[in-house]
Structure formats: C-alpha cells, structure tokens
C-alpha cells in the first residue's frame, strides 16, 4: 500500500514533487522522481519546527 502522499499543488502524474507519509511514529520524505530511494526519517518535533520555519517565511531567499 503507498501510504505517500504529495500537494494537492503538484501537478497529476508529476514526478516533480515530495512525499510524505507517517511510519513508525518518524516523518518519511520522498523524490516521487525516484520512490524506490530510502526516504528521509525525521521526528515529529523535527517536522513540526520545519513546517513552522515554511509557514514563517525562514527559508525564502
């Protein structure tokens, strides 16, 4: 079962974009340009302070 999922934002059928799915209580991050690569585990905490660092403009250039 692919427990991934992307944007609502990414284009159908995109291979452009993230993934994101819950395992064992970790974050999982994917390339949809190659979901067979090993996804990237983050915490919980680790997660919330990067979506709070987006949602604050931290990582504009």
């Not at 994101?20 to 915490?43: C, G, S, W």
Request: charged share 25%; glycine share 4%.
């Amino acid at each position: 079962m692919n427990d991934f999922r992307k944007s609502s934002l990414c284009p159908h059928n995109a291979h452009c974009c993230v993934a994101v799915a819950y395992k064992n209580e970790m974050i999982a991050l994917r390339d949809t340009k190659n979901p067979k690569q090993a996804p990237l585990y983050f915490t919980k905490d680790e997660w919330e302070s990067f979506i709070g660092g987006v949602k604050n403009n931290e990582f504009d250039f």
